[in-house]
């Protein structure tokens, strides 16, 4: 990012802290880049003739008489087909040894889209997982985030949703990735001889925590690209955002802003819609899919992070181990994807929403045989059956290694109802029965 | 005011959509003005004022402001624009038409107007020269959509005035002079067919507002039921995410027994507007044999849409729905989430730093909250006729934690809880209305009960009063069910308990995707609410508790494939005979 000739340079900065500095300075505008003492940084408040900067790079070393410059813009990414195969830092640099992209340049962050100008999703995601595509089919424009605590494989099932979906570009948006999983990533990508239709735009551990406000907006800027100009399927990855939340209440907190719930901004609910809502089915065909990852910690979605998350996106996938079978499986309790409704009996077998249904209510049944059981009581044979059925359900459909197409997973369903339930007990449409339930000879 | 000069400023700090400005002159609270940018003009509201200095929220992005920006007030608060052409339009939070708005992508200062200027609407006088007319009256009547939609004395009209001349019947544009009024001065005041209105401001042109007293249908079993909201009362659903709130807010939408449905999706998801767009226009109105759209009007301010303008569009719904009201009309008002709304608040307060309440919500929430819920209602107005407003909101409680300030302050201002539960959801028993926690005051209401009595049945109230009760035995056996054990406790535990499942499987569930089931008449509710007694009333012999469980799952399974049979037809009168048979095999004679 090249600055402009003949412009001022500023020397006396007024106050440091340890993400943001203050200095008084003319005609500068709100949300505009500035280098200070070589590092980037933006303009986050403007008080009469101090100006409040947010350093991305953090604030250490800098003197009080550092060289500060403005760029008269807000941060921008350049941007054309040339973006395919890279990979990019929080600044949209390059980080793989190429050379920088040549193209239009645009503002991150840009506008929203006018609500009464979306298309209404209706294209189905196939991943071959039944956790999702039977429980919580995911749509083309929507947005979910995996739930997930920090030791599940959670970076390792997005991948593989995004190597099995269709779509023509991946954006990977990395915040806060270890080295080892921004390596992993690109491992799988380079293996599976995708690489060109990936852009990644990585902040590591490594990289200063507050560098990573800008990874969404460079990933969506570079998604819009493609969906907009382009017409394609974008599939943007954006992990994990539960960093970013962190990043945003550094910054709030050193800027005296009185925090709300888990310490977090008040205005988290607002930062994290701006990002989401980004994903997007366009009149046009293009679209922008959003599977984000949010850790938790020890599964409380009740804190901040999540919770806003979880009111914001359409749903979410709720990773967790089950012991029975000693495998990760998408939880269907707590998994939901709010977009399903728009294919599944659609685009789908017409059975699909009622075995959904009845499998999820039949596994709920199990597991309060489950606690009478833990509780010392006897079992009758019904909740027998279910505790049976439910490790059946778990190995066959909400295990994450499953790979089968959704046909097979409903025949799984009446296969499975068939062999530990009677008709009249799992309480479905009785045309449905007839038709799909398995005859014994 | 002395003289007519507007005051101008100068940006003199911003922070994020909060700017402060150097005034030249005097400025009032809730002022509207706008900061002159190079290419566009952005709206704002006055929030605070310190001697020379405003505070102005920003309804847009403050990308690239600077200090020393010209701003200018209005004089006005921020106004809607009242007039025949609101139905089935799609707003933002300021009452602007989004579909008139260019290009994919919301440009800022793009601001569109709210009606169309050169549409002709065929116009019918109401009053005749020399009547005596105050605000809120009707002069005439135009055709929107199949709804009488009146055109009244404005409401910023003070005082008594009298009827000069009404235009006659025929095709008018909204700006055309359609009556002539004389003032007590006999000074003549013209009326044209639009008139504005501060959306803060309660329109009060009625006569008195009753206690409301009429069901409102909503199709809903565990709602119309169990905790029936009344024409002109208020509701709030809280839940955590997940729990269904728009899906049910969706359902209430498309069944309610409204002329008017106003739907404020406040700080909400673009996609579920984006359903009620795609859904709306091909869904038919049973009543009037139009489509829903042609009712309905939506006011979009979805979450990634700014912050200030979240705040503003659920006064924006509520004042247009106060229009209508006043047309003699039953409207409903919708608005998901009011938490957004909060939000929006915490926001403004947080960054003018101003002392925080519980949460850092402001200290004034409950009151702001109260207010709003206080201009729904039932009213009579000055000509006797009646209107109404049913007011539901949602509100999504941070971490599904019932005890936090938007639901706390909610549940004074509402009269009826539909408490979500996550519980139900997680085994997926929808609607999640948790039927012991959830309430409806108006069932309370000796005038309601007069009402249903006359209306659904002798007995209505008493069965319903009954099923609450059979609700809560049902779990108190099923919480002994599972301290003593299946086989600690008497059969009769086991056959309470599976007499509570019945209602919840039958009336309490209901498959809001099912073509049949979604939507029941409350005459079919009457009707499936006295079978079900029926059941509870019959003694059944059990040999051990085992064969309890199986027996009843018949039993639901029955009453399951009649809720999704077309009422009073083959086959649900099939599975009902199969039904009675079922109840025979173990009745006690």
Known sequence: METKAFQKIYTKITQITKATCSLNADGVGYEELALVHGRLAQVVKIQGQSVTLQVFGGTEGIPSNAEVTFYGRPPTLKVSDDLAGRFFNSFGLPIDGGPEVEGDEREIGGPSVNPVRRKQPSELIATGIAGIDLNNTLVTGQKIPFFADPDQPFNQVMAMVALRAKCNKIILGGMGLTNDDYLYFKNVFDNAGVLDRIVSFVNTTEDPPVERLLVPDMALTAAEYFAVDRNEDVLVLLTDMTLYADALSIVSNRMDQIPSKDSMPGSLYSDLAKIYEKAVQFPEGGSITIIAVTTLSGGDITHAIPDNTGYITEGQLFLRRDTDIGKVIIDPFRSLSRLKQLVIGKKTREDHPQVMNTAVRLYADAANARTKLENGFDLTDYDERTLNFAREYSEKLLAIDVNIDIKAMLDTGWELFSTHFRPEEVGMREELVEKYWPKKE | ?589
Not at chain 2, 163 to 174: A, C, N
Not at chain 2, 559 to 570: A, I, P, R, V
């Open chain 2, 1 to 589: 005011m002395k003289e007519n000069k507007l005051t101008k400023g100068k940006v003199a700090g911003v922070i994020a959509n909060l700017v402060m400005v150097d005034v030249d002159g005097p400025v009032s609270q809730n002022e509207i003005c706008y900061i002159m940018l190079e290419d566009v003009k952005l709206m704002a509201e006055v929030i605070k004022v310190l001697e020379k200095r405003a505070y102005i929220q920003v309804f847009e992005s403050t990308r690239g402001l600077r200090v020393g920006t010209d701003v200018e007030f209005t004089k006005g608060m921020l106004e809607v624009t009242l007039g025949p052409g609101i139905l089935s339009r799609n707003y933002d939070g300021l009452q602007h038409d989004l579909n008139k708005m260019e290009g994919v992508f919301l440009q800022r200062g793009d601001y569109t107007s709210a009606l169309d200027d050169d549409r002709m609407w065929s116009f019918t006088p109401v009053a005749k020269k020399g009547d005596p007319v105050a605000a809120g009256d009707w002069l005439g009547e135009v055709d929107e959509n199949g709804q009488p939609h009146k055109i009244m004395v404005p409401f910023k009209f003070t005082g008594k005035y009298k009827v000069k001349s009404v235009i006659d019947k025929g095709e008018y544009t909204i700006n055309e002079t359609i009556a002539v009024l004389l003032d007590s001065e006999e000074k003549e005041v013209p009326v044209t067919m639009v008139q504005k209105w501060p959306v803060k401001v309660p329109i009060k042109a009625y006569k008195n507002k009753p206690r409301p007293f009429k069901l409102l249908e909503t199709g809903v079993r565990t709602m119309d039921t169990l905790n029936p909201i009344v024409e002109g009362g208020t509701g709030f659903i809280p839940g955590p995410f997940g729990s269904g709130k728009t899906v049910l807010q969706h359902a209430i939408s498309k069944q309610a027994e409204a002329d008017i449905v106003v739907v404020a999706a406040c700080g909400e998801r673009a996609n579920e507007v984006v359903e009620i767009f795609a859904e709306f226009p091909e869904i038919d109105d049973p009543r009037t044999g139009r489509k829903l759209m042609e009712r309905t009007t939506i006011i979009a301010n979805t979450s990634n849409m700014p912050v200030a303008a979240r705040e503003a569009s659920v006064y924006t719904a509520m004042t247009l729905a106060e229009y209508y009201r006043a047309m003699g009309l039953r409207v409903l008002l919708l608005a998901d989430s009011t938490s957004r709304w909060a939000q929006a608040l915490r926001e403004m307060s947080n960054r003018m730093e101003e002392l925080p309440g519980p949460d850092a919500f402001p200290m004034d929430l409950p009151a702001i909250i109260s207010n709003f819920y206080s201009r729904a209602g039932y009213v009579y107005l000055n000509n006797g006729e009646s209107g109404s407003i049913t007011f539901i909101g949602t509100v999504s409680p941070a971490g599904g934690n019932l005890k936090e300030p938007v639901t706390e302050s909610t549940k004074k201002a509402a009269r009826c809880f539909y408490a979500l539960s996550q519980q139900r959801a997680d085994s997926k028993r929808y609607p999640a209305i948790d039927p012991i926690d959830s309430y409806s005051k108006y069932i309370e209401y000796p005038e309601l009960q007069e009402y249903l009595k006359k209306n659904v049945g002798e007995n209505w109230v008493e069965n319903v009063l009954k099923i609450k009760n059979i609700l809560i035995r049902g779990k108190e056996a099923s919480e002994q069910i599972n301290i003593l054990g299946d086989d600690g406790v008497p059969i009769g535990y086991h056959v309470d308990f599976w007499k509570s499942e019945v209602i919840d499987f039958v009336i309490l569930q209901q498959d809001a995707f099912d073509e049949v089931d979604r939507s029941s008449p409350i005459q079919r509710q009457k009707y499936m609410l006295e079978k079900v007694l029926n059941v509870y009333d019959t003694g059944f012999e059990f040999g051990s508790f085992e064969e309890v469980n199986p027996y009843f799952k018949r039993i639901i399974n029955e009453f399951k494939q009649m809720n999704f049979s077309d009422y009073e037809s083959d086959r649900f009168y099939k599975h009902e005979k199969e039904l009675f048979n079922i109840i025979d095999e173990k009745k006690i004679a």
